[in-house]
């Protein structure tokens, strides 16, 4: 009996300039360019086994079966595998993910990197980068960017078959060492995904029009910044983007609200800590949790600070980490 088996690693990535809203929902290609650090941990490590003796897709998440929403995420995505190999075997996929929902990233981005280079190296498709970059893309957005390790941005491309729609790193990340706090703040968990919240936005908010005028500025910015190491500069623009991409939210009809009272009373923090002359600054994904971003200097005196805050109830530390890699 031939099994066909891999083990990627990847990890996920917190967005500097976000990707919000799909021009091709079946492709996942994006409205708009984006910008974002691959970490140094919380990563997800996915194994996959193809053989012509299974009769059934199998989807295992940390050692368990998994829903079936999430099962049949991960089974649609065999099939763009599949059709890219021109094979039709079923496979086991079991994936351990250190990604926890307290630390408030999302798994999507480690999680469809590792698999798409765990499946396409199973059935050695014997694909390059920016092949597996596309080839995940097609599971979460986000995840093309978790193919490299750093500063990556993902081209949203023009072309509708999608293969224009990639990430490349334009930093690595031994280049430029900055801190990311990643704070949990109390309240609720959030009752929007954001491909629902995305897709709301898109369809029916008048700010919409707004934020695919300045995007890609605010991109040309923070890359300038990035290519340079200027800190505040680039604090300044993944600050002020974050703030755009909310405020495009709230726009929607029914409004899509991610924060919680802790989200503003990190964000005042910030606001006062840099009046104390400390340069740093934060971004918000389609969630409530805040992630600051500050110099490695400075890590230790934040750190402590947002702990002081009522409702901040944990605060992770992370650093800019490496690509996709292969393990025995
Ligand atoms: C980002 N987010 O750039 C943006 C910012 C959230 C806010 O990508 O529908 O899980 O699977 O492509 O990638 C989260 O959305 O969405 C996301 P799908 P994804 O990181």
Redesign the pocket.
């Known amino acids: 009996m031939i099994i066909m088996k891999a083990t990627a690693k990847a990890n996920t ?3 500097l300039i ?3 809203g ?1 021009r091709d929902e079946t492709l ?1 290609l994006p409205m708009n360019s ?1 910008l ?1 650090i691959t970490l140094d941990h919380f990563n997800t490590i996915t194994t996959v086994e193809f053989c012509k003796s299974f009769d059934k897709d199998i989807f295992l998440l940390n050692n368990l079966p998994a829903s079936d929403k999430e099962s049949n995420k991960v089974f649609r995505f065999l099939d763009k595998v599949r059709n890219l190999a021109g094979v039709n075997l079923h496979a086991v996929v079991s994936s351990e993910n250190k990604v926890p929902t307290a630390a408030g990233f ?1 798994s ?2 480690s999680g469809f990197a590792a698999l798409a280079a765990a499946a396409a190296k199973a059935l050695d498709l014997e694909l390059n980068t920016k092949e597996i970059s596309i080839l995940a893309r097609q ?5 093309c960017r978790s193919v490299y390790g750093g500063y990556v941005e993902w081209k949203k491309g023009i072309q509708e078959d999608g293969k224009d729609s990639f990430a490349s790193q334009l930093l690595s990340e031994q280049d430029w060492k900055i801190s990311i706090l990643s704070v949990l703040v109390a309240g609720e968990q959030k009752k929007v995904s ?2 629902e919240g ?1 897709k709301r936005t898109v369809e029916t908010s008048p700010f919409y029009a707004g934020w695919l005028q300045t995007v890609e500025k605010d991109l040309e910015d923070a890359k300038e910044a990035i290519m340079s190491r200027e800190f505040e500069k680039l604090g300044h623009v993944v600050e002020a983007n974050a703030l755009k ?1 909310h405020a495009t939210m709230l726009g929607a009809k029914p409004p899509v609200l991610y924060w919680q009272s802790g989200t503003m009373d990190v964000i005042h923090h910030i606001q006062y800590l840099r009046l104390t002359g400390i340069p740093v600054f934060f971004t918000i ?2 969630g409530s949790n805040v992630k600051v971003l500050c110099l490695p200097k400075d890590e230790a005196i934040v750190y402590e600070s947002l702990l002081t805050l009522p409702t901040v109830q944990k605060v992770f530390i992370c650093h800019p980490g490496s690509g996709i890699t292969y393990l025995e």
């Open positions: 990535n917190i967005a976000k990707y919000w799909k996942f984006s974002s999302a999507s981005a599971g979460s957005g986000s995840a954001s491909r995305m991409m994904d389609a």
